[in-house]
Nanobody, 123 residues
Framework: QVQLVESGGGLVQAGGSLRLSCAAS????????MGWFRQASGKEREFVAA????????NYADSVKGRFAISRDNAKNTVYLQMNSLKPEDTAVYYC????????????????WGQGTQVTVSS
């Protein structure tokens, strides 16, 4: 497992942008698939985006395609989520997560989680 700490959340107006960061500890970061998930109040945690260990493959939820971009810097043990054209429905706590093996979208397959960072989009 790796330890994960998210940052970069905040309050933004609709149409604005935020960039989330997730700093990981552990020498094996570069071998993990990294994902971003979110959980809105009263709803289940859902997949947002994921990136392969080399960064060559990515996957996005349909709701964020074309607006969000996931990237990683293995030299800095950090994964990012650039969020553009934000909408009020993007309001949620955003979590960074890690898993060994292949790129997947299922919450239960990720075994390391950060504490989450709040993103609030006002209309």
């Amino acid at each position: 497992q790796v330890q994960l700490v998210e940052s970069g959340g905040g309050l933004v107006q609709a149409g604005g942008s935020l960039r989330l960061s997730c700093a990981a500890s552990g020498r094996t970061f570069s071998t993990y698939v990294m994902g971003w998930f979110r959980q809105a109040s009263g709803k289940e945690r859902e997949f947002v985006a994921a990136i392969s260990w080399r960064g060559g493959s990515t996957n996005y939820a349909d709701s964020v395609k074309g607006r969000f971009a996931i990237s990683r810097d293995n030299a800095k043990n950090t994964v990012y989520l650039q969020m553009n054209s934000l909408k009020p429905e993007d309001t949620a706590v955003y979590y960074c997560a890690a898993k060994p093996g292949g790129l997947r979208t299922v919450v239960a397959l990720y075994d390391s989680w950060g504490q989450g960072t709040q993103v609030t989009v006002s209309s």
